[in-house]
């Protein structure tokens, strides 16, 4: 292990002896009470050094045997230190694919705030190169998040659509001009490719694109159909079900953008779920999906799709689909995320379990809202104070470590 005070959290000195990590509420920690030798000794834990080498630079500091011990368990139990050389096979060979792994270093530096063990951060990293995610819909939507996927270090991603792509579909992060004329699903993943930091692992050439022997670790519907994404059928969404996989749901209608839910099969809660509830809270819903898929309501022939908010939308997905990949259980289980125009504000609308879905979420969770578990999945251990009065004088105390008020 090479110790590594992780360089994400900037460090000031809140008075005399007290040290605060980071600036955000979020992610703020102070470190205290500090004597000067330990926090001179804090400059050393750059990730150049063992932990025998730092207890030697601590014994010619006339730090307390112990203290540098002490000093590294409590940094990590709280979820401030790294390891430069952790993440396992995965991490070292991402380090030796330097060209990559720079491309990657601002989203290692952000795993390594939502990570806590020391060489986390880059571990999860280098899973996501194994990692399979399948988007369907290659409109400014789906092509913006296939393209933020592959950028952000996804392994293999895969754009299933029809059609050719048109002048609409251009976007900035997305399909680009040149493309407009050839297929979609072509395009949006060349797009993919040449976004993506490396080459995805090869396929297996007994492997046909269009089997999916290995299955997806995420598939994403992001429908071009404005409908689609306003209703999602159920019955397309049987396959997924049924074979246990992942899938979220994110596009644009009508000037609101919708992110969620994320399905994990059986766990929660579904569009048959969606579907169900919505005509429990109105018995028209079926006459009006009915009469929209059918084309007899008023339709469009261009659906609206601002593009500044699609691209807001395909980034919400990606940093929900990136947290479901790295292992975390993001908000939009059992819920949607919703943002209209003009207003621009977020909210969520819970789904829940419909017990007269087949998912079989309902039996599941009895209705329990996959979000009420998040607390379990906090990564930053907090240390609170000690209630008893900071001494002015007297035996030195170890440095305890506490969420800060910023």
Not at 13 to 36: I, K
Not at 61 to 90: C, F, I, S
Request: charged residues 25%.
């Amino acid at each position: 292990m090479a110790p590594l005070l992780k360089p994400a959290l900037r460090r000031a000195w809140r008075d005399l002896n007290t040290v605060q990590f980071g600036m955000t509420p979020a992610h703020a920690l102070t470190l205290g009470p500090m004597d000067t030798a330990t926090g001179s000794f804090l400059d050393l834990l750059n990730g150049t050094r063992g932990p025998e080498l730092l207890r030697e630079e601590g014994r010619r500091m006339d730090l307390p045997d112990g203290h540098v011990d002490g000093l590294l368990r409590r940094l990590a139990r709280a979820g401030l230190l790294d390891d430069a050389r952790g993440g396992g096979p995965g991490g070292d060979l991402l380090r030796r694919r330097r060209a990559v792994l720079d491309r990657l270093r601002p989203d290692l530096a952000s795993l390594s705030l939502t990570t806590s063990d020391p060489g986390e951060a880059i571990g999860r990293l280098a899973a996501r190169r194994a990692a399979r995610v399948q988007v369907r819909g290659a409109g400014r939507v789906g092509a913006t998040l296939a393209s933020l996927l592959a950028g952000a270090g996804v392994g293999e991603v895969d754009v299933r659509d029809i059609g050719r792509v048109e002048p609409g579909d251009v976007t900035p992060g997305g399909l680009p001009a040149e493309t407009v004329g050839d297929r979609r699903d072509e395009a949006a993943r060349r797009v993919a490719r040449r976004h993506a930091p490396d080459r995805p692992p090869r396929r297996d050439t007994r492997s046909p694109r269009g089997q999916d022997t290995q299955g997806h670790s995420l598939v994403i519907i992001a429908p071009r159909d404005d409908i689609g994404v306003h209703a999602p059928s159920p019955s397309a969404a049987e396959p997924l079900i049924d074979s246990g996989t992942p899938h979220l749901y994110v596009g644009v209608v009508e000037g609101t953008g919708v992110v969620g839910p994320l399905v994990l099969p059986g766990e929660t809660a579904c569009a048959g779920c969606l579907d169900a509830d919505r005509t429990d809270r109105d018995p028209a819903w079926p006459r009006l999906v009915a009469q929209w898929r059918s084309g007899r309501g008023r339709s469009r022939p261009v659906p609206p799709c601002d593009l500044a908010l699609a691209t807001t939308v395909a980034g919400l997905a990606v940093a929900h689909a990136l947290a479901f990949l790295d292992g975390r259980i993001p908000s939009t289980a059992g819920a949607r995320w919703e943002v209209s125009l003009p207003g621009l504000t977020w909210h969520a609308r819970p789904i829940w379990a419909h017990r007269a879905c087949s998912c079989g979420a309902a039996d599941k969770g009895e209705g329990e809202h996959p979000s009420a578990k998040v607390g379990s999945h906090e990564t930053m251990a907090r240390e609170r104070p000690s209630k008893t009065p900071r001494r002015e004088g007297g035996t030195a105390r170890p440095a305890r470590i506490w969420r800060a008020h910023v």
